[in-house]
């Protein structure tokens, strides 16, 4: 089992940036590929970027690229989601979730299903 708890979300203006952290606790944190995805109202969740086990590779939504940086600490059993340049439709609850594959095949980073834990969320809120 591995918990996950969000936290650094908040409300910001358009332009403005934010960095979202993920404390992991329970099996071993080196050995899961670190995903965030997000909510908007009304939608279905997506995905936003993730990050391999040892942190070397990463993949990013093309609505992010360039503007959100995903990185880790395997020491700190952290992930954590930079966030700049941000816009009103990043406004969402935003997830950080564990998967177990060392998959380098991004078709399946961006899947819910290749991610067996999850945390509860917290939102972000970008005011134009």
């Known amino acids: 089992q591995v918990q996950l708890v969000e936290s650094g979300g908040g409300l910001v203006q358009a332009g403005g940036s934010l960095r979202l952290s993920c404390a992991a606790s329970?099996?071993?944190?080196?050995?899961?590929?670190m995903g965030w995805f997000r909510r908007a109202p009304g939608k279905e969740r997506e995905f936003v970027a993730a990050?391999?086990?040892?942190?070397?590779?990463?993949y990013y939504a093309d609505s992010v690229k360039g503007r959100f940086t995903i990185s880790r600490d395997n020491a700190k059993n952290t992930a954590s989601l930079q966030m700049n340049s941000l816009l009103p439709e990043d406004t969402a609850v935003y997830y950080c979730a564990a998967g177990p594959s060392d998959t380098v095949v991004f078709a399946r980073w961006i899947k819910e299903v290749e991610y067996d834990y999850w945390g509860q969320g917290t939102q972000v809120t970008v005011s134009s």
């Open positions: 990050i391999r086990r040892t942190g070397g590779t990463t």
């Open positions: 329970g099996r071993a944190f080196s050995g899961y590929r």
